[in-house]
């Protein structure tokens, strides 16, 4: 018989055998390319984000020196370097770069605002898109949560009270806050992307069992969180925003504890952002704690109800680097247990510490009840701050222009009485101070303020009631002849409207409703009761209307001289402050004055 060989000889079974060694060979290097293709990705993306540190640094560090330079040369230049061919050229361009980026543009405070902005977007495109391979969605999808990571830490430093940025740039929190909200949208923007196009990634490449393991579960409430936060921030925040502020710290506590079980692992970096971002809002909510709590022992606060929604609190404690127009946040646990809010410094001592409150909702209307049913009632208080970054005008400029309208007061007054405390017997800078309130009788709320400036030589006094008072004297009430009424109206005195078209207009009110209790008042101590006869002092004319600020400014703008400084300082309502910041720009020039603009209003 013949032999046949077998199907199962040693031949057949050893290139059976190859053909299985080179497969699973082939498999073993695509999944090691693979490997070296996602890390080969990481390392660009970790590359991407050390870079966009870097030029957001770098503009940090511009901002710095810009603010440095403009400090030392109007401090200690000399009349013959501000005199020479260079430096006249280098102030000529700088007027020229201010007029343009200082008028307002459409959505933002000023042109300068938009440009940062635009700026701020184009770093994030472009660092979420340079060098990108675009071959599958995953490492797109990945570079999105690496941006996200990024600008949650620099979310988080533009957030802070207690910023370096203040003493770095001049710029406080408060003035940072459009760029945190515009860095929040775009952190929110890029957590939501990150997580769908994610998720579609491992739908294709038929990993879905990829999105229930513990470290994708956290990084998807990660992004519920977001959500939340985004949410509360569009629909919330401007109709009750203390509900709005717990929401917001709960959800990022949340964020920050997620982020770190989602991105677990130091080796990778991604936890380096997220800890750099957790420390330095726990430090900053730790140091301000403890300044609550060092300056609630032996601290009490004398409440007394003033006309038309106001509230004076005298506080016995004041922190000694208080400085008037710099604002404090004020913790009544009596009236909110939990609660802390911003207020304007008007002026302070070593002993006392003064604020002006001017009801509109939430706390400012509760506070002014209490006051009412039980006036000069004696609370326990605490303070934290200050805060704000105020130019000091006494040393900066030749003349300051100050206008304030309704409560915005607050601010004008702690700067013109800090002013005339610290020059003493100097004869410049002039003061010139406009105030326009609605009700004349708002005026008893700063009598003894009103009868100090008045007594004082550098300051001009200029005052406007658009509601004048027809039962009693035309004159300003700092003489004490307002009576408190316990049913006077509310006082949304911010609510002015300022006109352009002539220098006294209509007297209809125009509603322009600004959050009052954001603006904080301080002023020094003194009898309880504001409307004592014993602080009479000569009466100042209130003039009718609101006033025509682009000529009043205009006008003092056109009788200073080329080689002197003129700083203007306002705080109020919206349509104030658009007057002042557009009359303000276009006084800037090439030839002429020196123009500083300073305006004092939150954007919470």
């Not at 400090?71 to 007029?99: N, P």
């Not at 008045?454 to 002849?481: E, F, K, M, Q």
């Not at 090439?590 to 500083?596: A, F, H, M």
Request: aromatic content about 10%; charged content about 15%.
């Amino acid at each position: 018989m013949a032999y046949t060989p077998s199907s199962s000889s040693p031949g057949g079974n050893n290139a059976t055998a190859a053909g299985g060694k080179n497969a699973t060979a082939i498999a073993a290097a695509a999944r090691k390319a693979a490997a070296l293709k996602r890390a080969h990705q990481r390392i660009i993306s970790e590359e991407a984000v050390k870079h966009y540190a870097i030029a957001i640094a770098a503009v940090i560090v511009m901002f710095t020196i810009f603010h440095w330079s403009r400090f030392l040369y109007s401090r200690h230049a000399s009349k013959g370097v501000k005199k020479s061919g260079i430096m006249k050229a280098q102030v000529s361009v700088a007027r020229m770069v201010r007029h343009i980026l200082t008028h307002r543009a459409p959505g933002f405070t000023s042109i300068g605002h938009a440009v940062l902005v635009v700026f701020f977007l184009l770093l994030n495109i472009l660092f979420l898109f340079i060098h990108m391979d675009f071959a599958s969605i995953l490492p797109f999808a990945k570079r999105l949560g690496w941006m996200a990571i990024a600008n949650i830490a620099f979310v988080t430093f533009l957030a802070l009270k207690n910023t370096p940025l203040a003493f770095l740039t001049g710029y406080s929190y408060e003035r940072l806050n459009i760029l945190h909200q515009v860095a929040g949208y775009t952190t929110v923007i890029f957590s939501l992307l990150h997580g769908i196009f994610i998720s579609i990634g491992f739908i294709k490449i038929k990993m879905v069992t990829m999105l229930q393991e513990h470290e994708q579960t956290f990084g998807i409430t990660a992004g519920v969180a977001m959500f939340v936060l985004m949410t509360f921030a569009l629909l919330v925040r401007r109709i009750r925003y203390e509900v709005f502020y717990v929401s917001h710290i709960a959800m990022f506590i949340i964020l920050i504890v997620m982020i770190s079980f989602h991105q677990p692992h130091i080796a990778e970096k991604g936890a380096i952002a997220t800890i750099f971002a957790g420390s330095i809002w726990a430090s900053d909510r730790i140091l301000r704690g403890m300044r609550v709590l060092w300056y609630s022992y032996d601290n009490r606060a004398s409440i007394t109800p003033l006309a038309h929604g106001g509230t004076r609190i005298i506080l016995r404690r004041s922190p000694s680097r208080a400085v008037p127009g710099t604002h404090c946040f004020l913790w009544i646990p009596k009236i909110r247990l939990i609660e802390t809010h911003p207020f304007t410094i008007v002026s302070n001592s070593p002993m006392s510490l003064e604020l002006v409150i001017s009801a509109y909702d939430g706390f400012t209307n509760d506070l002014h009840n209490y006051a009412m049913k039980n006036p000069d009632a004696i609370l326990r208080a605490s303070i934290d701050g200050p805060y704000g970054a105020i130019p000091n005008f006494s040393k900066t400029a030749d003349k300051v222009i100050l206008i304030a309208g309704g409560s915005g007061a607050s601010f004008t007054f702690g700067i013109a009485l800090d002013m005339i405390k610290k020059l003493g017997s100097k004869p410049k800078p002039i003061i010139e101070f406009i105030w326009t309130v609605r009700e004349q009788e708002t005026l008893a709320w700063f009598s003894k303020e009103l009868a100090q400036l008045h007594a004082s030589p550098r300051v001009n006094i200029t005052l406007h009631s658009t509601r004048p008072s027809y039962t009693g004297s035309p004159a300003s009430p700092i003489d004490g002849t307002s009576p408190i009424s316990p049913t006077s109206p509310l006082d949304i005195e911010k609510q002015l409207s300022f006109a352009s078209s002539s220098p006294f207009a209509t007297r209809h009110p125009d509603p322009f409703p600004i959050d009052i209790e954001k603006t904080p008042v301080i002023a020094h101590g003194g009898p309880s009761n504001p409307w004592d006869s014993s602080t009479s002092v000569t009466s100042v004319a209130v003039l009718p209307g609101r006033p025509n600020v682009d000529v009043l400014i205009r006008d003092l703008v056109s009788k200073a001289g080329n080689d002197e400084r003129i700083a203007i300082a306002a705080c109020g309502p919206d349509d104030l402050m658009w007057c002042v910041r557009k009359t303000a720009t276009n006084c800037i020039k090439v030839k002429g004055p020196s123009i500083e603009l300073h305006c004092e209003q939150f954007g919470w």
